[in-house]
């Protein structure tokens, strides 16, 4: 029991976690009119794995004072990540390097 409420512990932090890091990395740059160049776009992709790498170590480095198994948190919290990237910000930010490019 204790896997599967790490699992979920995890999945919901790292939804959370994904969700805001979307929020302060592309939000913005998706909604203004100016044209995302490269250097914006790759600065912004190295923030984002940064923030990733991030919030993987807060989970490892509070592993200790969990009351649940931390294997299946951290693989939680990696899924919830990867989980939210990919329902939507991905596809609107590959809309507007299209959009920009043409």
């Given at each position: 029991m204790d896997y599967?409420?790490?699992?979920i512990v995890g999945l919901m932090f790292?939804?959370?976690a994904g969700y805001i890091k979307y929020l302060i990395l592309w939000r913005k740059l998706l909604r203004s009119n100016e044209e995302a160049d490269g250097t914006k776009l790759v600065s912004r992709?190295?923030?984002s794995?940064?923030?990733?790498?991030l919030i993987l170590l807060i989970v490892f480095l509070v592993r200790n004072h969990m009351p649940f198994e931390f294997v299946s948190t951290i693989l939680g919290t990696a899924i919830g990540l990867s989980v939210v990237i990919k329902i939507?910000?991905?596809r609107d930010i590959r809309r507007k390097i299209k959009e920009d490019a043409s």
């Open positions: 599967v409420v790490g699992a790292g939804a959370a992709m190295l923030m794995n940064a923030a990733n790498i939507s910000p991905e």
